[in-house]
């Protein structure tokens, strides 16, 4: 059987139904998953952020470390429980709610899908087939009611009548019944109630009750105990879909609750959409990093540029085994016809440079590898080739940009614009794909916006530049799906000048492609975030703490406190 079969036409237009994890009709995500190194690391009692962009595996690692934990329960006793963030957010719409309030909503959502998870895996907590049958004996009785009791303890602090308070700070929820109770964040909280919502009849309420941290702690690790578990592991995935202003006051609530206890929590975040807390001049408010909790990156372990046998194994396991789930049949077929094994499956589709073409175009990130494979199938398909080439890996990287990140550059005009220049800089006057940029301009937020879409790909940090020493600078490439659809008038580029361009598939070959500071101080210029400094020429930073604090210059730090810059709003079309 050959890769123009109509079986492995079938096949391949299948593997979207499995690319996102949560779509996955098998339960056996451990079997599917590759990736036994960033398992393993996880797989510990530590409170851990793992962070990554979109498609980079967390949904996946979470379900299959959940199987791991619960697949040897009868040894550790340990329970991990899976919980979406998107599915517990408040349909909060009123702009009066504070983070402080919206947090606990989120807060209660936890706990009860803590308590729906307990319930759910009971039996398999007891070791029994059936805990509470018609006929009771006086120990499942007891139990019975034990189990009662502290549910009941727990059901009564968070229901829809009762108030939070964390220190001084009382947070409220809109109750079951309709009405609405309105809280006055102060540090003498006042609590009115009676506000209708829907046109329902107004009801006053003169028995409300605070309920403390401490006790649903308390309930909490009582009920932990008695269910004589060693551990709780709560894996809570999408966070980042948190407002960002909730998410310090969420992680405090979950510190304050659970830290002392039997409690563990595993974080799937993505990176600079993530906020676990802040200093104070007395404490960390929030779970500190190092401290509380410690971080796991999952962006950048597959690098073509730095392993390729390392990124090249990875993948081929990847597409070897989400294949298989759908027919092995046809995938046992396919490698005995090809004289292929499972660890160069990958070949039979791909030559080893339309191979790296395509792992550098994914920038290691596996959703993205899986649906640019698709997409260079459906280019093979109509070429006379034998395999996938490295046209039509190109091919299909323009079109997956198209489909899935240009409608998000579109809507960020300064970030369209930096591509813009980006593209004209690196791609049509160097004809490369990465380049290198100081460190020292790591944190912009335009450069981190451009990584969270996906349009730009970090590769290494701290490289050395041969002709600057003392100066360390981050690796990047160019997402060259981009190429083709960012209107780039003067020297536009066609899919047929794709063909010339040199994709680095090593490091090594990047020292001599820099930007220089000037690059980005004349963005900053054309977007009016920046200003020429009177006394030193240079440009000012309005987003330099020292100009925001002391309204001074960045660059020769005199004072600039005549100056009033002008903002200037451009669109992408002005550039």
């Known amino acids: 059987m050959n890769i123009r079969d109509k079986q492995v036409k079938i096949l ?31 797989n510990n009692i530590n409170n851990q952020a793992i962070y990554g962009r979109r498609g980079s595996g967390k949904t996946h690692l979470l379900k299959a470390l959940q199987e791991k934990i619960n697949s040897n329960f009868e040894v550790e006793r340990k329970l991990g429980i899976y919980i979406d963030a998107r599915s517990i957010l408040p349909l909060t719409n009123n702009a ?61 602090e968070l229901s829809g009548r009762s108030l939070k308070r964390l220190g001084s700070i009382a947070i409220t929820e809109e109750n079951n019944t309709g009405s609405e109770l309105k809280v006055k964040i102060t540090s ?11 046109g329902k009849k107004v009801e006053t309420k003169s028995d409300l009750r605070y309920v403390s941290i401490q006790e649903i702690s308390t309930s909490l690790q009582a009920l932990i105990e008695w269910l004589q578990l060693n551990r709780l592991i709560c894996l809570i995935d999408e966070w980042s879909e948190i407002p960002a202003e909730v998410q310090k006051h969420l992680a405090e609530l979950l510190k304050r609750v659970f830290i ?46 730095l392993d390729k046998a390392k990124t090249r194994d990875f993948f081929n396991d990847l597409l070897h085994k989400h294949l298989s789930v759908i027919d092995s049949n046809v995938v046992a077929s396919v490698i005995k016809t090809s004289n292929k094994s499972s ?9 080893n440079k339309a191979l790296g073409e395509l792992c550098i175009a994914s920038a290691g990130i596996p959703r993205d590898f ?57 791609v049509t006057k160097k004809q490369s794909s990465h380049f290198m940029l100081s460190e020292k301009h790591s944190s912009n937020p335009h450069i981190l916006s451009l990584i969270d879409f996906r349009v730009l790909h970090l590769r290494k940090k701290g490289y050395s530049h041969r002709d600057i020493p003392g100066e360390t600078f ?28 040199s994709v680095q598939d090593d490091i090594r070959q990047i020292r001599r492609i820099s930007l220089p500071d000037a690059f980005l101080q004349k963005f900053q210029l054309s ?45 992408a079309n002005d550039h």
């Open 343 to 351: 660890n160069t499956f990958i070949n039979v589709f791909l030559t």
């Open 12 to 42: 391949i237009g299948t593997l979207a139904n499995v690319i996102r994890a949560e779509n996955i009709s098998t339960s056996n995500y451990l079997e599917l998953y590759v990736g036994d190194e960033s398992l393993d690391s996880i």
């Open 188 to 198: 003498s909280p006042e609590v009115s109630a009676g506000k209708t919502l829907s």
């Open 96 to 156: 009066s709610t504070s983070p402080e309030e919206t947090a606990s909503l989120i807060f209660q959502g936890i706990v009860q899908s803590m308590i729906d998870a307990l319930s759910i895996n009971v039996r398999l907590i007891f070791g029994r087939d059936q805990i509470f049958p018609e006929t009771l004996s006086h120990r499942d009785k007891s139990d019975n009611l034990e189990i009662q009791n502290h549910l009941n303890a727990i059901n009564l």
């Open 474 to 501: 981050n690796v990047y490439s160019i997402d060259y799906g981009c190429y083709n659809h960012l209107n780039i008038t003067r020297t536009a580029l066609s899919h047929n000048s794709l063909d010339s361009l």
């Open 260 to 305: 002392s206890g039997k409690f563990s929590f595993k974080i799937a975040a993505i990176p600079n959409r993530t906020d676990l807390g802040h200093k104070t001049s007395e404490k960390f408010y929030g779970l500190e990093d190092g401290g509380d909790i410690f971080g796991y990156q999952l962006d950048n372990r597959y690098i073509f540029e």
């Open 527 to 571: 977007v009016g975030e920046a200003f020429s400094c009177p006394n030193c020429k240079k440009p000012v930073d309005t987003r330099h703490l020292a100009y925001i604090k002391q309204n001074i210059c960045n660059n020769c730090y005199e004072s600039v406190s005549a100056i009033t810059p002008k903002r200037t709003e451009l669109s």
């Open 370 to 426: 899986i649906n640019l494979f698709i997409h260079s199938y459906d280019q093979f398909k109509s070429s006379a080739g034998k395999h996938i080439s490295v046209k039509n890996v190109r091919s299909a990287t323009s079109g997956w940009y198209e489909t899935d990140k240009k409608k998000q550059i579109d809507e960020h005009a300064t970030e369209k614009i930096l591509l813009q220049s980006l593209v004209e800089e690196i």
